[in-house]
């Protein structure tokens, strides 16, 4: 028998490339099971229905979804460690509003693409940082910040360990407050 392949799709943004440093040594004090790979570390806007096979037709309509998208980056600040019995995660420091506005910009296109996520995913802001047995915590921590510049479509392999990201979109230059 052939066992088929799962494959997942996600919007998401990804962090600098200068922070994943400090965010992989956050991961060690705080997370000392399985780690996520670095070049997986995340934060999911919007996810959809698992596939079995490529779904070749999902894959260009959230292209267009993402094409229409015209948002400016912003500043993310991640300032708190959670962790439950089963992972570990960073957190805002409190509300994001560019986070809010372009995960509502991407959850709109994708209604009106006939589209809908994964039923029952509610957007919960975080990044994984690692998966572990042990007590549910919550720690603040020196703020974490990046400038988000950038949405990435990426396609999970689900069960592989395997992300590809499918295409990239820049957001516009964060204005300034005064010009």
Excluded at 55 to 65: D, F, K, T, W
Excluded at 135 to 163: C, M, N, Y
Aim: proline share 6%.
């Amino acid at each position: 028998m052939l066992l088929q392949k799962l494959h997942r799709l996600f919007f998401a943004i990804k962090p600098a490339l200068h922070v994943v440093p400090t965010i992989e040594a956050t991961r060690r004090l705080y997370c000392p099971g399985r780690p996520v790979r670095g070049e997986h570390l995340h934060v999911t806007m919007e996810i959809f229905d698992d596939h079995i096979g490529m779904p070749e037709r999902l894959v260009e309509r959230l292209i267009a979804v993402g094409n229409d998208i015209d948002m400016p980056g912003f500043l993310l600040s991640m300032g708190r460690v959670v962790g439950t019995t089963q992972s570990v995660a960073l957190r805002p420091s409190g509300r994001s509003t560019g986070l809010s506005l372009l995960q509502r910009a991407i959850r709109e296109r994708v209604a009106d693409a006939g589209l809908s996520s994964r039923e029952g995913w509610t957007f919960n802001p975080h990044m994984t940082l690692g998966y572990h047995a042990g007590a549910a915590f919550a720690r603040a921590i020196d703020p974490i910040k990046w400038q988000v510049e950038e949405l990435v479509l990426v396609l999970s392999h689900v069960g592989e360990t395997r992300h590809d990201i499918v295409s990239r979109w820049e957001l516009a230059p964060e204005l300034p407050l005064f010009q």
